[in-house]
């Protein structure tokens, strides 16, 4: 009787993990590897012809100009998103950890842009962005600068969906860097002070060490979901203008809704996984915790 007591015991953990388990294996690992059995395919969607080739999606792929600038593009759109994010959101978590009156109606304030959809949030700020008679060009026109051209310029495109993006996302991970500054026990503070130490000795030296997971938690999931990210490059430009806002999550989209091109799609979305999941690993190595507490 004790060995079945005992076999149960162990066995109670992975009882109570395995709903979740095959929650992921049904819902994320099966669907990545239909796509990519999908990819060794000449698939085509509306006649549903299915034709083995193999990895001549991915020779089509690594010998199209547009795939290598749509990865430019996503490369350049998450070195700038991501760090921008993480830095403004953590200035201003340290801006409302403080007991303040009135210190929670700012911390709401922030946080409402978060709680907007992200297609709400591009169409509005598509018009902000109007050439014509958007607000962006108005308030320039304010401070006596000229109308600038913002989505239908290649130069400006990419620009205006970040800080677009930007202004969505911060007031989100500040709430989660809130969460960790407000997780450090007080006794660490309370030992600096007696130290002498200023503000700003405390937050590079005691603060910053101590949100090391918070800060890796953040610069992770920040950096996945920009890599997928297609909803205001979809909604502001199409891709627009001379492709200067196409990323590879809009090149998926388009070839498998647009061109109906199942297979090469499935290829474009592989190559993504398999890059996001190299920037992943790469800054779980970076950004590996060296204090605890």
Do not use: H
């Amino acid at each position: 009787m004790r060995g079945r007591g005992d076999a149960a015991r162990r066995a109670g953990p992975y009882l109570f993990v395995a709903p979740a388990l095959a929650g992921l294996a049904v819902f994320k690992l099966y669907p990545i590897l239909v796509g990519l059995w999908v990819s060794l395919f000449d698939y085509e969607a509306i006649s549903g012809r299915r034709r083995w080739i193999g990895l001549g999606n991915y020779r089509e792929l690594f010998a199209d100009p547009l795939f290598w600038r749509a990865c430019r593009n996503t490369f350049v759109f998450n070195a700038i998103v991501t760090p921008l994010q993480v830095v403004l959101s953590l200035g201003l978590a340290v801006l409302v950890n403080r007991r303040l009156p009135g210190v929670a109606v700012f911390r709401a304030i922030f946080f409402v842009p978060a709680v907007i959809s992200l297609v709400v949030a591009s169409i509005v700020w598509d018009l902000i962005y109007n050439p014509d008679n958007g607000l962006a060009n108005s308030l320039l026109a304010v401070v006596g600068l000229p109308p600038q051209p913002f989505l239908v310029s290649a130069r400006q495109a990419m620009g205006a969906i970040i800080a677009m993006v930007t202004w969505k996302g911060v007031g989100y991970w500040m709430v989660i860097f809130l969460a960790g500054l407000q997780a450090i026990p007080s006794v660490f503070r309370e030992a600096a002070l007696i130290d002498g130490a200023s503000a700003g000795q405390f937050f590079r030296r005691v603060t910053l060490p101590l949100l090391t997971r918070t800060i890796a938690f953040v610069v992770v999931a920040d950096t996945a979901i920009n890599f997928l990210l297609f909803a205001p490059m979809y909604v502001m430009t199409q891709g627009g203008p001379s492709d200067s806002t196409t990323v590879l999550m809009f090149e998926v989209y388009r070839n498998a809704f647009v061109y109906f091109r199942l297979g090469y799609a499935s290829a474009v979305s592989t190559v993504l996984l398999a890059l996001m999941l190299l920037v992943v690993l790469l800054q779980f190595r970076l950004l590996r915790p060296r204090v605890e507490y």
